[in-house]
């Protein structure tokens, strides 16, 4: 991923070969993108292994659909889109989001030892839920715009800049009540 977060978008050449069935430029799409879709998939779902599936999943189900892509948005929307997709519907089979809910419920505080040292980020995101790590993650740390993420979750522009706003918030909060050494709940 570049400076600044974002992904960078594929030669169109490239994406268009792939929509061909020319599978040399879908395997020069993966390996640009597959880094980016299962860091993606791993913040959705802080779990490894299920990120591994899902990326998996994804490039699957987004070289069975490529001739489907017709460049009304971008290309990284349109993979993570699928990307999402793929890893709320794992959620949903497996029951997985109540349980990664739960357990985020059940992390412990960070002691005040733990506090002398810097703060992993990973750690204060698995405090978020869902709803406003997901537009977070992929405005801050993906780069995508609040319309391609307004497109991607079906939710409003104004919806998405809302939770971003919340997220950070409750980020900030965090941090700020750890510097006090604050270890209540947000």
């Known amino acids: 991923m570049p400076a600044g977060g974002s992904v960078q978008e594929p030669d169109p050449r490239t994406v268009e ?46 070289f069975r659909n490529i001739g489907r892509y017709r460049g009304d948005s971008r290309f990284s929307t349109w993979l993570l889109s699928i990307a999402r997709n793929c890893a709320m519907d794992e959620f949903r089979k497996s029951g997985r989001r109540r349980k990664l809910e739960a357990e985020m419920e059940r992390q412990p505080r960070p002691t005040e030892h733990d506090q002398t040292r810097s703060y992993d980020i990973r750690e204060a995101l698995k405090s978020l839920s869902l709803d406003v790590r997901e537009p977070l993650v992929m405005i801050d740390l993906f780069g995508l715009s609040y319309r391609d993420v307004s497109d991607l979750l079906g939710v409003p522009v104004g919806t998405v800049k809302s939770r971003v706003h919340r997220a950070r918030l409750l980020l900030a909060e965090r941090f700020l009540s750890e510097s006090q050494g604050d270890t209540g709940e947000l």
């Not at 070969?17 to 599978?23: H, L, P, Q, V, Y």
């Not at 799409?29 to 999943?57: C, G, K, N, P, Y």
């Open 17 to 62: 070969a792939a929509r061909r069935g020319d599978i040399a430029a879908f395997e020069e799409i993966v390996r640009a993108f597959q880094a980016d879709v299962w860091r993606f998939v791993f913040h959705l779902a802080r779990d490894e292994s299920l990120a591994d599936d899902v990326t998996q999943d994804a490039f699957i189900k987004a």
